[in-house]
């Protein structure tokens, strides 16, 4: 199959130019980006989780022990006594809780980048599909204006006797439906722009675009995929995991050090005072064998989900490159023959002078615009896929 190559066409709607103007896709997106309730939920939990992630890159708490004690006896009295402790384990000296916090930092972010992509992605499809409603209320209102006029002429001469009630009733039928049509669309639109706002966190946006979202790439599939596959933050948290497990389990061999326990004593008695500082070290002779165990398990499952993942990857976006490239002939072809074919004016031309049938006039109007329907729903089909694409490629 050939590579897919998305160029601008001015007589088809596949690719369009960006519109800086408050129907523009790109001012729809930046409203969505800015304002999304759900992205401003998943910044708020990305601080929280940094602010969790924090605690890796502490050392263990102080203990502080007070003793206060009564003598019986010639010597009676009392004593007090002060310790103060602080563990310190090889990881903390060497820095790799460090590097643990900033590994946790990274799979937070990329939870965060994930979020904004699918945001994103459902932002655009949105707005393709009400793209495609306006321009279908566009053609059907301009299909509704052309029979309504119609029908009034075919009144008109059936008070003269120039025109039948079968062709008044044909003429009124084929209004019925279209005006039918007109207000399914417009209620789908209504469905889809409350979905919008709904995502932008704006009840008070309108989106009156009539050109598709953009998008352009002269790359074949491999260099794509290459791409996508460094982009795509579900495939970056999977190698981010994989570095993050690595790390515990360094950091659990390294567990088998022994800790130190650096302290500081003051003992007060009646007659004497004593101060000096402590040493102590903590062998972990049974309690981390397991969890070392447990954490090369962890490396294992980890590669190999990545290895998982990134096969079932690469599949769905070949399925998803190939139907773009399918949409996107069939809508390139469909627009081509829809523009070549378009002889309305002649129909009417036709119809007024008498050489043409209500009925053969209807039929091929009608022709028309179900072949504008379709070519339409195509185009939605295309760029739908590609926002596939853009989700699969990270890209927001």
Known sequence: MKSLRLIPCALALLVGTLAYSQESVGDVLDIVRANSPALKVAGGTLEMEKLQNRAERLPENPEFEFENVWAEGPDDGFGREIRVRQGLDFATVSGMRGKMAASLDGL??????????????????????????????????????????????????????????????????????????????????ASLLASLRTLAGKEDLDFNGRVFPEYATGMGFEAWLA???????????????????????????????????LGYLYEAGRNERSRGLTLGISVPLWSNASRVKSSVAAVNVAREQRLRQESEFRALVRDAWDQAVGFREI???????????????????ALDSGEMSLLDFLLETGLYYDALESTLSAELDYHLAMCGLQRYGGMD
């Open 331 to 349: 809508a390139a072809e469909s627009r081509a023959c829809l523009v070549e074919s378009d002889n309305r004016p002649l129909l009417r031309k």
């Open 108 to 189: 937070s972010e990329l939870r965060y980048q994930a979020e904004v992509v699918e945001v994103m992605a459902q932002a655009r499809e949105l707005c393709a599909r009400i793209v495609f409603c306006n321009l279908m209320i566009d053609a059907l209102t301009e299909y509704e204006g052309i029979l309504d006029d119609l029908y009034q002429t075919t009144l008109r001469k059936s008070e003269l006797g120039e025109a039948t009630v079968l062709d008044e009733g044909k003429a009124r039928i084929q209004l019925s439906q279209i005006r039918a049509r007109l207000s399914r669309t417009r209620m789908d639109r």
């Open 227 to 261: 791409e996508a596959e460094l982009s795509n933050p579900l495939l970056r948290m999977m190698e981010q995991e994989i570095a993050r497990t690595e790390l515990q389990l360094k950091m659990d061999r390294s567990a088998w050090v022994p800790e130190l326990n």
